[in-house]
């Protein structure tokens, strides 16, 4: 992991800034925010060429160490070398992945109700992590 915290209290409607850039040769990073490592809301995950996905960002959460259901966003808004600002919140119902020029939402499977886990992985150079 490039980036890893834990102990964070994040609650509904606050916001998880990520700053950073895409490294040139990037093949995949990933922003997972949950309760810790085996518990995530979401594995928020862009592959440019991993496991077999071409510019592909594929998002899950995970229980207990078990992945959940796959969900393959259509919009790739991520080039190599980019700088760029991840922000994430959350509500009752779901997770929120706001970008520069795109959003996403993913489904709160878990019923989270607060973040406490943060982990950027991959080709991804953290520049600032904000708490809003
Ligand atoms: C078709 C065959 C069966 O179906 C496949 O089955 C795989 C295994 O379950 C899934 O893959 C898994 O999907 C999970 C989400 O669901 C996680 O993403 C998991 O990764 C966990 C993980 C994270 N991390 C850290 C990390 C994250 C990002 C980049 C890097 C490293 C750098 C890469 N840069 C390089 N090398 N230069 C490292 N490590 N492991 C991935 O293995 C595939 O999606 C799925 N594909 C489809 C189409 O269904």
Redesign the pocket.
Known sequence: ?CYLSGELDVEPGECIKVKGKI?S??????V?VGKDSSTLML?F?P?FD????VNTI???S?EDGV??E?D?KADFPFQHGDKTEICISFDEAEATVKLPEAEFKFPNRLGMEKIEYLAV???FKVKAIKFS
């Open positions: 992991a490294q040769d990037a093949k995949g990073f990933a997972n594995h995950n592959r991993c496991h077999g996905d594929v998002c899950n995970k992945w959940g796959e393959r992985e991959g080709d």
